[in-house]
C-alpha cells in the first residue's frame, strides 16, 4: 500500500463537490486500492477519518476509525483499534434535533483546532467498500466524524461551520490549555 499525500487548506480539489462513484465502479482495482491507499495514509497522520477529496481524488467516498461497538467486556478489547469503516456516496438524516459543539481537527488543516456544532445523532445510508448497502445510526463522536467527512465531499472545511473563531487555536495551546475541558 501507499502513503498518500494529503491536500492542504487552499487546494481547489478542498473546495470542489466530489462526484458519485458509480456501483459497477466501486469493486475496481484502482477504486479498491484508493481505500486501502486512504486507509494507510489515516492510519499513517493519526486521523479517525479521511475523504478521498482530502487526497487529491473528488469522489464521494471516506474513510473512517468509529468505534460503534458496545463498551468492551475487558482492558484488553477496549485498546483494540476498531476496523476502517468505508462510506461511498452517503446520505445523513439528521435524527435528533440536539446539537453539540466541540473540538475538531483536520488532517487538511494541520495543528488547528476548534469547536465546531454538529447534529448530535445521525443517519447515514451509504454504500460499503463491495458496493453494499449501509444504513447506520450514530451518535456524539462517531455522529461528528461522519459529518466532517461528509463535508469534505461538499467542499466544506470545518471552519465553515464554525459559528466563532473565538476556540480556533494551535495544536500545543489546545493540548495545555483546552484538552483538560
Given at each position: ?6 491536500a492542504?487548506m ?9 462526484r458519485p ?16 491507499d ?8 493519526h486521523?479517525v ?12 467516498l ?32 439528521i ?28 443517519r447515514?445510508?451509504?454504500l ?6 449501509i ?38 495551546e ?8
Amino acid at each position: 500500500m501507499s502513503i498518500l499525500k494529503v491536500a492542504r487548506m487552499g487546494h481547489p480539489v478542498l473546495r470542489a463537490k466530489a462526484r458519485p462513484l458509480d456501483r459497477s465502479d466501486i469493486r475496481t482495482a484502482e477504486v479498491q486500492k484508493l481505500i486501502d491507499d486512504m486507509i494507510d495514509t489515516m492510519r499513517e497522520y493519526h486521523g479517525v477519518g479521511l475523504a478521498a477529496p482530502q487526497v487529491h481524488e473528488s469522489l464521494r467516498l471516506f474513510v473512517a476509525l468509529l468505534d460503534t461497538r458496545r463498551p468492551p467486556d475487558d482492558e484488553h478489547e477496549a485498546d483494540e483499534e476498531p476496523e476502517p469503516i468505508v462510506v461511498i456516496n452517503p446520505e445523513i438524516t439528521i435524527v435528533d434535533s440536539a446539537i453539540a459543539e466541540d473540538w475538531e481537527g483536520c488532517l487538511s488543516i494541520p495543528d488547528i483546532r476548534g469547536k465546531v456544532p454538529r447534529a448530535r445523532e445521525i443517519r447515514v445510508r451509504a454504500l460499503d467498500r463491495d458496493g453494499g448497502r449501509i444504513d447506520l445510526r450514530a451518535s456524539a463522536f462517531p455522529a461528528r466524524v461522519i459529518q466532517h467527512e461528509t463535508d469534505h465531499l461538499d467542499g466544506v472545511l470545518f471552519f465553515d461551520r464554525m459559528r466563532t473563531f473565538e476556540s480556533l487555536t494551535f495544536l500545543e495551546e489546545y493540548s495545555r490549555f483546552q484538552k483538560q475541558d
